[in-house]
């Protein structure tokens, strides 16, 4: 199974903002950390506000800030948001569907058990669980990059 880049990015974006839990944090310093665009950050953004995992603020001392408490966040239902409409095989699409095998397929069923406890696994661990205690990922996100180490920043 393949996470897409939009939820690989949703996730740090969680999490930086975790990290920084009682200020606003610009999409700039995210974007600086996590090396991703802001253009792709913008929409990973505007995804997550739309689902309430976050709360912006536009304007001159505007930002972001999670939308509820980490403890409330289940990452499993943040990936099933964000990568619902990704299908695992051809045969998951709902269009350019073209497996002759559709019908009789058994590999599609162990295709979909395996993704079903994938999200299972991920339903029991929240936000505050990746971030909670994990000293280096926050040295990491306070260091000014997440390719910078804490050392090489100072």
Known sequence: MRITKRTNIAIRVLMFCEVHAGR???K???AECCNT???HLAQV???LGQLGYLHTQRGRNGGLELGK???HIVIGDVFRALESHVPLTECFADVDNTC???DACRLRLAIQSAAEAFYA???EVTL???VCDNEPLKAIMTAGGCGVSPAAAM
């Open 69 to 71: 408490p980490s403890d």
């Open 100 to 102: 002759p095998l559709v």
């Open 121 to 123: 696994h991920l339903d």
């Open 37 to 39: 665009s802001e253009n």
């Open 128 to 130: 505050d669980q990746l």
């Open 28 to 30: 700039a310093e995210i």
């Open 45 to 47: 953004i505007n995804q």
């Open 24 to 26: 606003l944090v610009t």
